[in-house]
């Protein structure tokens, strides 16, 4: 089933292979050209009218952000994942808030969490969850979360734990001979 | 009866861009914070909202104040670590967590849980779903001012915490469904005690038929209330009870079976008003589907079993690259995981679909405008949105 | 009306008011569910100090604290949990290797110090620490690998007949497997004569990455093709999996690795010596493993070595003992091979004492490393052990290894009950089997079952060889025909029943039940109850000279004797098994090499 629907879609968009997951769920790769007509044709004509949900994945070492749009045709039961990959040094994605107005949350949430812009979306540049963050946005894979935390918040005094290996070599066999 | 008519005043007034100005100097506008405290909200959020008279004229909703960057935390820990972090992302239905996060895992790492722990995973998920549910009632009763539904529904909610207790060892973060199967076996007896608080909790239900649901203020208040045109179902995202109250008959128990939803006989609970009336009895309807749930779960359930799948070393348990996305009917609507592996002993991302995202803030901003003051409490409470699945 | 009705229905809730409450009066002291996940407890002595809560706690909740002198496979480190970070999730308590770590049901206790809540759980006591209640891990733990791949053997029928080795060894799906159970503790570690870095090679079986896993191997053991096959894997014996399953089998895995790069490529991983040649010369003295392990490491510092061996071809009773088939030659062949490419000079068939005094080593060379292991078979000395058709069991090992033809009776017994007796006894029967068609073999040891010396797979193999092993019997005679054409003839070996083998001291003392008496008819009786070292090549001067403690040459922590230019090493001085020689190997070479540095910072 949705082999068929992506023989039929590819003739016309530039898309990747599918990866099937399951019977009802599949991702594939879109060219961000094709995304917005793609969108369109799979909501009008083949019943994915619903968004179950846009995010982002920071593939840092690729220098890419993945978009996930995770498509849902309700009646039929079937998940299609497009993936739109963005220069990660100038993440610059597409509105489609005026497709389904939820989206312009999602897009604002990516411009914060990840530093991705979305021009044209609604109050995308106002705080969403961080109030008064000036580090980098938090979700990318290069903000490190355990120094954040450990410049945040100190440590509890008089933590130590041993390592039992080391432990036990060093009283067992001082010299560290072999 | 009387009926508030919105647009009454001439405010706002469209600009010469075509937005509404609302100068906030004239004096003719009055701002009003509704949470993060205000006990008409549905947890830690707010809605800055902007009066003319009873009127609102705006609402902006806010979160984040309850921001504990998960899908953060979730990236930095095992596979197995992740296991006990994901009920907390909500307090009153965190099974869901459990459940979505186990499946993707399972999944991507080709694993498959017993049968005996399909069955506990869904008798789980239907005593969480009984649970949010009565949070949900009490919290219709309170925003209508009738606390003693909120009470009540606390007491039956926490004779099934005792459920909880004994079967997880836990009250409220059950940490129970772990990738690859549950924890354990349901103790002796179980089936019976169960049946009590179900009694119980039939016989109060009852009495909040009685209280709320026959009762001419509360009919008054919420019927033809806070309507939403179904046509905003798919582009606001709306999903679950807030859907079916409009009359769609959508279920993902029943459309796209998980666990053993196929075993089991149960109906698609639908309204058709679309308003705040049909949201609360569409829940107040699924109640008894879920205890009806309940029981033919324990009749029907294997008596033994492995309950736990083979694991590898969850020490140092690596999962190839790879991507999926698991979702369930939750008492709110749609909820899932996309989770994405990359190879390595850690996900590469975990992005959690709360139904709140989309009910709480796109669409409450959208149904806010002309709403009187008064309906805003009842009008957000209907939706039945828990902040923590905002933000995360 | 029903509108009537929606006015008058809302009262109905009035009834509550005449209800009994239904909150609890007082929730502190409420009992808990008996599953509840409640405060920690741990039961101290079978907690093993494993650190795997530590670990797997995502809260960062676990401290290992020091709390008993570390043991083999006890680190003496005990978990003491952070109760402002845990999160009571109980992944500790599932992961436990032992089960020694469990959850009370007790959940209220208050105190205005909040270092009270950062204790050792079972070390601080606790109220609730005999609590029969709480979170118990249900069935067996299943968070890391309980079950051990089983290994490949060759069945009986087609091993018996020959010498053809009966491991198969892993495959590297089996090996990955096997090596995803380790949780790295490295308690083994510690235990291992060598300190092999044995959590490291397992990871490096994990990744696939064979060459970095025969490097760390090469870093503490050059016999690694070796002990992979034969070691005695005391490191098992400390594994955290086999509290409550089967110990990783390391050595297995050890050999996986080695099977899994070929004998070129690991001349080039392992190399030849960096070090610029000091000049220095040390003379070692059999090519055993602990003689040759000090020859390579000595080779790699850049000193030019020389090995002296009596037997034919070097490996010591690597060679000359362990039978073919738990360890085939060309096996050691590949790791001497690497040892003689680093320069190592091995000269075989001289016997020093004999052809060479040890007093021409001493002055041709800077340092003498003595390792000739124990070469003399000891004897039972009852009556009839004199005269032929009594054997030692090394000779014989010796010389089947040899190619030299050996008596094969149709009906031999075995004295002793160790692992010498087991690779006699089934090497004799392999040598019946071709020879007459059939196994006639009877091992009788002092031990019982219960507390036999041999491994367990060396006995079960046995019996599934044919060979008949009577337990708790003790040699009283070799009886010998007394007239006829077979007069002087071995007929068989008397015994008694062994009632106790230590008396209250612990002192050897078997004490036998005379009642019950047995003759194990033989043609042949083989002894295999131990082994000494042949010290008489050190010379009469020497030997005079030379610290003695208990007939064995003393050495000090380092393995130097009392003569300042002679060490010694392995099994002459301390045993039992490849890898201590090994090891003394190393230690040795680390002695002698200082030695040697000191000297050469003198002379410059
Ligand atoms: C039958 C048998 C089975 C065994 N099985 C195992 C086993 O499965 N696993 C295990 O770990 N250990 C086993 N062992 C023990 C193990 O073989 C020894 O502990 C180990 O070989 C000792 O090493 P070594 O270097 O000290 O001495 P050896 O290996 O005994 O080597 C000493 C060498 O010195 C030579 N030598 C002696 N005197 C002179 C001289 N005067 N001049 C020149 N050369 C001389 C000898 O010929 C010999 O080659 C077994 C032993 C025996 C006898
Ligand atoms: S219960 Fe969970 S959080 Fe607490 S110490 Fe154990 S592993 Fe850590
Ligand atoms: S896992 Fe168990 S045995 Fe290991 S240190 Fe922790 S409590 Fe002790």
Same mark, same amino acid.
């Given at each position: 089933?949705?082999?068929?629907?992506?023989?039929?879609?590819?003739?016309?968009?530039?898309?990747?292979?599918?990866?099937?997951?399951?019977?009802?769920?599949?991702?594939?790769?879109?060219?961000?050209?094709?995304?917005?007509?793609?969108?369109?044709?799979?909501?009008?004509?083949?019943?994915?009218?619903?968004?179950?949900?846009?995010?982002?994945?920071?593939?840092?070492?690729?220098?890419?952000?993945?978009?996930?749009?995770?498509?849902?045709?309700?009646?039929?039961?079937?998940?299609?994942?497009?993936?739109?990959?963005?220069?990660?040094?100038?993440?610059?994605?597409?509105?489609?808030?005026?497709?389904?107005?939820?989206?312009?949350?999602?897009?604002?949430?990516?411009?914060?969490?990840?530093?991705?812009?979305?021009?044209?979306?609604?109050?995308?540049?106002?705080?969403?969850?961080?109030?008064?963050?000036?580090?980098?946005?938090?979700?990318?894979?290069?903000?490190?979360?355990?120094?954040?935390?450990?410049?945040?918040?100190?440590?509890?005094?008089?933590?130590?734990?041993?390592?039992?290996?080391?432990?036990?070599?060093?009283?067992?066999?001082?010299?560290?001979?072999? | 009866?009387?009926?508030?008519?919105?647009?009454?005043?001439?405010?706002?007034?469209?600009?010469?861009?075509?937005?509404?100005?609302?100068?906030?100097?004239?004096?003719?506008?009055?701002?009003?914070?509704?949470?993060?405290?205000?006990?008409?909200?549905?947890?830690?959020?707010?809605?800055?909202?902007?009066?003319?008279?009873?009127?609102?004229?705006?609402?902006?909703?806010?979160?984040?104040?309850?921001?504990?960057?998960?899908?953060?935390?979730?990236?930095?820990?095992?596979?197995?670590?992740?296991?006990?972090?994901?009920?907390?992302?909500?307090?009153?239905?965190?099974?869901?967590?459990?459940?979505?996060?186990?499946?993707?895992?399972?999944?991507?790492?080709?694993?498959?849980?017993?049968?005996?722990?399909?069955?506990?995973?869904?008798?789980?998920?239907?005593?969480?779903?009984?649970?949010?549910?009565?949070?949900?009632?009490?919290?219709?009763?309170?925003?209508?001012?009738?606390?003693?539904?909120?009470?009540?529904?606390?007491?039956?909610?926490?004779?099934?915490?005792?459920?909880?207790?004994?079967?997880?060892?836990?009250?409220?973060?059950?940490?129970?469904?772990?990738?690859?199967?549950?924890?354990?076996?349901?103790?002796?007896?179980?089936?019976?005690?169960?049946?009590?608080?179900?009694?119980?909790?039939?016989?109060?239900?009852?009495?909040?038929?009685?209280?709320?649901?026959?009762?001419?203020?509360?009919?008054?208040?919420?019927?033809?209330?806070?309507?939403?045109?179904?046509?905003?179902?798919?582009?606001?995202?709306?999903?679950?009870?807030?859907?079916?109250?409009?009359?769609?008959?959508?279920?993902?128990?029943?459309?796209?079976?998980?666990?053993?939803?196929?075993?089991?006989?149960?109906?698609?609970?639908?309204?058709?008003?679309?308003?705040?009336?049909?949201?609360?009895?569409?829940?107040?309807?699924?109640?008894?589907? +879920?205890?009806?749930?309940?029981?033919?779960?324990?009749?029907?359930?294997?008596?033994?079993?492995?309950?736990?799948?083979?694991?590898?070393?969850?020490?140092?348990?690596?999962?190839?690259?790879?991507?999926?996305?698991?979702?369930?009917?939750?008492?709110?609507?749609?909820?899932?995981?996309?989770?994405?592996?990359?190879? +390595?002993?850690?996900?590469?991302?975990?992005?959690?679909?709360?139904?709140?995202?989309?009910?709480?803030?796109?669409?409450?901003?959208?149904?806010?405008?002309?709403?009187?003051?008064?309906?805003?409490?009842?009008?957000?409470?209907?939706?039945?949105?828990?902040?923590?699945?905002?933000?995360? | 009306?029903?509108?009537?009705?929606?006015?008058?229905?809302?009262?109905?809730?009035?009834?509550?008011?005449?209800?009994?409450?239904?909150?609890?009066?007082?929730?502190?002291?409420?009992?808990?569910?008996?599953?509840?996940?409640?405060?920690?407890?741990?039961?101290?002595?079978?907690?093993?100090?494993?650190? +795997?809560?530590?670990?797997?706690?995502?809260?960062?909740?676990?401290?290992?604290?020091?709390?008993?002198?570390?043991?083999?496979?006890?680190?003496?480190?005990?978990?003491?949990?952070?109760?402002?970070?845990?999160?009571?999730?109980?992944?500790?308590?599932?992961?436990?290797?032992?089960?020694?770590?469990?959850?009370?049901?007790?959940?209220?206790?208050?105190?205005?110090?909040?270092?009270?809540?950062?204790?050792?759980?079972?070390?601080?006591?606790?109220?609730?620490?005999?609590?029969?209640?709480?979170?118990?891990?249900?069935?067996?733990?299943?968070?890391?690998?309980?079950?051990?791949?089983?290994?490949?053997?060759?069945?009986?029928?087609?091993?018996?007949?020959?010498?053809?080795?009966?491991?198969?060894?892993?495959?590297?799906?089996?090996?990955?497997?096997?090596?995803?159970?380790?949780?790295?503790?490295?308690?083994?570690?510690?235990?291992?004569?060598?300190?092999?870095?044995?959590?490291?090679?397992?990871?490096?079986?994990?990744?696939?990455?064979?060459?970095?896993?025969?490097?760390?191997?090469?870093?503490?053991?050059?016999?690694?093709?070796?002990?992979?096959?034969?070691?005695?894997?005391?490191?098992?014996?400390?594994?955290?999996?086999?509290?409550?399953?089967?110990?990783?089998?390391?050595?297995?895995?050890?050999?996986?690795?080695?099977?899994?790069?070929?004998?070129?490529?690991?001349?080039?991983?392992?190399?030849?010596?960096?070090?610029?040649?000091?000049?220095?010369?040390?003379?070692?003295?059999?090519?055993?493993?602990?003689?040759?392990?000090?020859?390579?490491?000595?080779?790699?510092?850049?000193?030019?070595?020389?090995?002296?061996?009596?037997?034919?071809?070097?490996?010591?009773?690597?060679?000359?003992?362990?039978?073919?088939?738990?360890?085939?030659?060309?096996?050691?062949?590949?790791?001497?091979?690497?040892?003689?490419?680093?320069?190592?000079?091995?000269?075989?068939?001289?016997?020093?004492?004999?052809?060479?005094?040890?007093?021409?080593?001493?002055?041709?060379?800077?340092?003498?490393?003595?390792?000739?292991?124990?070469?003399?078979?000891?004897?039972?000395?009852?009556?009839?052990?004199?005269?032929?058709?009594?054997?030692?069991?090394?000779?014989?090992?010796?010389?089947?290894?040899?190619?030299?033809?050996?008596?094969?009776?149709?009906?031999?017994?075995?004295?002793?009950?160790?692992?010498?007796?087991?690779?006699?006894?089934? +090497?004799?029967?392999?040598?019946?089997?071709?020879?007459?068609?059939?196994?006639?073999?009877?091992?009788?040891?002092?031990?019982?079952?219960?507390?036999?010396?041999?491994?367990?797979?060396?006995?079960?193999?046995?019996?599934?060889?044919?060979?008949?092993?009577?337990?708790?019997?003790?040699?009283?005679?070799?009886?010998?025909?007394?007239?006829?054409?077979?007069?002087?003839?071995?007929?068989?070996?008397?015994?008694?029943?062994?009632?106790?083998?230590?008396?209250?001291?612990?002192?050897?003392?078997?004490?036998?039940?005379?009642?019950?008496?047995?003759?194990?008819?033989?043609?042949?009786?083989?002894?295999?109850?131990?082994?000494?070292?042949?010290?008489?090549?050190?010379?009469?001067?020497?030997?005079?000279?030379?610290?003695?403690?208990?007939?064995?040459?003393?050495?000090?922590?380092?393995?130097?004797?009392?003569?300042?230019?002679?060490?010694?090493?392995?099994?002459?001085?301390?045993?039992?098994?490849?890898?201590?020689?090994?090891?003394?190997?190393?230690?040795?070479?680390?002695?002698?090499?200082?030695?040697?540095?000191?000297?050469?910072?003198?002379?410059?």
């Amino acid at each position: 089933m949705m082999r068929d629907l992506h023989d039929h879609l590819k003739t016309r968009y530039r898309l990747g292979d599918l990866a099937e997951r399951r019977a009802n769920l599949a991702f594939v790769d879109v060219a961000r050209a094709d995304l917005r007509a793609l969108l369109v044709e799979l909501r009008d004509v083949h019943g994915f009218t619903h968004l179950s949900l846009l995010t982002a994945v920071d593939w840092i070492e690729e220098g890419r952000f993945q978009l996930t749009y995770l498509m849902n045709n309700r009646t039929a039961n079937r998940s299609l994942g497009l993936r739109v990959f963005l220069d990660r040094a100038d993440p610059v994605g597409d509105t489609i808030h005026d497709l389904w107005p939820t989206a312009a949350t999602y897009q604002r949430e990516l411009r914060e969490m990840f530093g991705i812009a979305f021009p044209g979306s609604p109050r995308v540049d106002e705080e969403f969850i961080l109030e008064g963050w000036t580090d980098m946005p938090p979700y990318r894979r290069d903000f490190d979360t355990l120094a954040y935390s450990q410049q945040t918040f100190s440590d509890r005094e008089g933590r130590e734990t041993h390592d039992p290996r080391a432990h036990m070599a060093k009283k067992l066999n001082p010299e560290g001979q072999r | 009866m009387i009926r508030f008519e919105p647009d009454r005043s001439q405010y706002p007034q469209p600009g010469d861009d075509g937005k509404l100005e609302i100068d906030l100097e004239t004096g003719k506008y009055l701002k009003l914070w509704h949470g993060p405290n205000h006990p008409g909200i549905t947890g830690n959020m707010s809605v800055e909202l902007t009066l003319c008279g009873d009127e609102v004229v705006e609402g902006k909703v806010h979160v984040g104040y309850l921001h504990r960057g998960f899908e953060k935390l979730m990236e930095r820990r095992t596979f197995i670590q992740v296991f006990p972090i994901v009920c907390r992302v909500c307090v009153p239905e965190p099974d869901f967590n459990e459940w979505c996060y186990a499946q993707a895992v399972e999944e991507l790492a080709g694993i498959e849980a017993p049968e005996m722990a399909q069955w506990t995973r869904t008798l789980i998920l239907e005593m969480g779903r009984f649970n949010s549910y009565m949070m949900a009632m009490g919290g219709i009763g309170g925003a209508l001012g009738m606390g003693v539904i909120g009470q009540w529904m606390t007491y039956v909610r926490d004779l099934m915490l005792d459920r909880f207790e004994e079967m997880t060892g836990a009250r409220i973060y059950h940490m129970f469904i772990l990738p690859g199967g549950v924890r354990g076996h349901l103790p002796e007896g179980f089936a019976g005690r169960m049946e009590e608080v179900l009694a119980t909790a039939e016989r109060y239900l009852a009495d909040v038929d009685k209280a709320m649901f026959t009762n001419a203020v509360f009919k008054a208040r919420t019927k033809g209330v806070g309507v939403i045109d179904p046509a905003l179902f798919e582009p606001y995202g709306v999903t679950g009870p807030n859907a079916r109250a409009g009359g769609v008959a959508k279920d993902l128990r029943k459309d796209a079976p998980y666990l053993v939803y196929d075993q089991l006989d149960f109906e698609v609970v639908t309204e058709t008003a679309s308003d705040i009336w049909a949201r609360a009895m569409v829940r107040r309807r699924d109640i008894d589907v +879920s205890i009806a749930l309940i029981r033919q779960i324990l009749a029907k359930m294997p008596k033994d079993g492995p309950v736990m799948a083979k694991l590898p070393n969850v020490l140092h348990w690596k999962i190839p690259r790879g991507e999926t996305y698991v979702a369930g009917e939750s008492s709110r609507g749609e909820y899932g995981y996309y989770l994405v592996t990359d190879g +390595s002993g850690y996900p590469r991302r975990v992005n959690v679909r709360g139904p709140s995202y989309t009910h709480a803030m796109a669409l409450l901003e959208h149904l806010i405008p002309g709403t009187n003051i008064a309906d805003v409490a009842a009008l957000m409470v209907s939706l039945h949105t828990y902040p923590p699945e905002i933000e995360r | 009306m029903g509108n009537l009705r929606d006015v008058l229905s809302p009262f109905t809730a009035w009834k509550h008011l005449i209800e009994t409450p239904v909150t609890i009066r007082n929730p502190i002291g409420r009992e808990a569910a008996d599953g509840y996940r409640g405060f920690h407890q741990n039961d101290i002595e079978k907690c093993i100090g494993c650190g +795997s809560c530590e670990v797997i706690c995502q809260n960062a909740a676990i401290d290992m604290v020091p709390v008993s002198a570390p043991v083999d496979g006890d680190s003496g480190l005990r978990p003491k949990i952070d109760y402002g970070r845990c999160c009571w999730c109980a992944l500790c308590v599932d992961v436990c290797m032992t089960g020694s770590l469990t959850m009370s049901n007790e959940y209220t206790w208050v105190d205005a110090d909040p270092d009270a809540f950062r204790f050792i759980p079972g070390v601080d006591p606790k109220p609730w620490d005999d609590m029969e209640k709480g979170y118990r891990r249900e069935g067996a733990r299943v968070l890391t690998g309980a079950e051990r791949v089983e290994m490949g053997e060759l069945p009986p029928e087609a091993r018996i007949d020959n010498f053809d080795e009966i491991v198969v060894g892993y495959t590297r799906e089996q090996a990955m497997i096997e090596a995803d159970r380790c949780v790295e503790c490295g308690l083994c570690v510690a235990t291992c004569p060598a300190h092999m870095d044995i959590p490291d090679y397992i990871a490096a079986i994990r990744e696939g990455d064979y060459d970095l896993g025969l490097q760390i191997l090469y870093e503490t053991n050059p016999f690694s093709e070796v002990c992979g096959r034969v070691c005695t894997h005391k490191c098992e014996t400390a594994c955290a999996a086999r509290h409550e399953g089967d110990p990783i089998a390391i050595r297995w895995l050890k050999r996986h690795i080695v099977d899994n790069v070929s004998e070129d490529r690991r001349l080039e991983i392992v190399g030849t010596p960096q070090a610029l040649p000091t000049g220095r010369k040390v003379a070692i003295v059999g090519a055993g493993p602990a003689g040759l392990t000090a020859a390579y490491d000595l080779a790699r510092q850049g000193h030019a070595v020389t090995v002296y061996e009596a037997q034919d071809k070097p490996g010591g009773m690597m060679r000359y003992g362990i039978p073919e088939y738990r360890l085939p030659y060309d096996a050691l062949d590949r790791d001497i091979a690497v040892i003689a490419a680093q320069g190592v000079t091995i000269k075989t068939g001289v016997r020093i004492g004999r052809e060479i005094a040890m007093d021409k080593l001493r002055g041709e060379f800077d340092a003498v490393v003595l390792s000739i292991g124990l070469h003399i078979g000891r004897s039972t000395r009852i009556p009839g052990t004199e005269g032929p058709g009594v054997e030692a069991a090394i000779d014989l090992l010796a010389r089947i290894t040899a190619g030299e033809e050996v008596p094969v009776p149709e009906r031999v017994v075995v004295i002793g009950g160790g692992n010498v007796a087991m690779d006699i006894a089934r +090497s004799m029967a392999r040598l019946q089997k071709r020879k007459h068609g059939a196994v006639g073999v009877t091992v009788t040891a002092l031990e019982d079952f219960a507390h036999f010396l041999a491994d367990r797979e060396e006995i079960e193999e046995s019996f599934d060889e044919g060979i008949e092993i009577v337990d708790a019997r003790g040699p009283q005679e070799v009886v010998r025909y007394k007239s006829g054409k077979r007069k002087g003839a071995v007929k068989g070996l008397r015994t008694w029943a062994v009632t106790s083998i230590f008396d209250g001291q612990g002192r050897f003392a078997p004490q036998y039940d005379q009642g019950d008496e047995r003759l194990h008819p033989a043609d042949m009786v083989v002894e295999a109850i131990g082994q000494a070292a042949d010290v008489s090549i050190l010379g009469e001067d020497l030997t005079e000279a030379l610290e003695w403690t208990r007939g064995r040459l003393a050495v000090d922590p380092a393995g130097r004797s009392s003569e300042p230019w002679l060490w010694a090493a392995g099994d002459a001085v301390h045993g039992p098994d490849v890898i201590t020689a090994v090891a003394d190997g190393h230690r040795v070479a680390a002695s002698v090499g200082a030695m040697l540095m000191a000297m050469g910072e003198v002379a410059r």
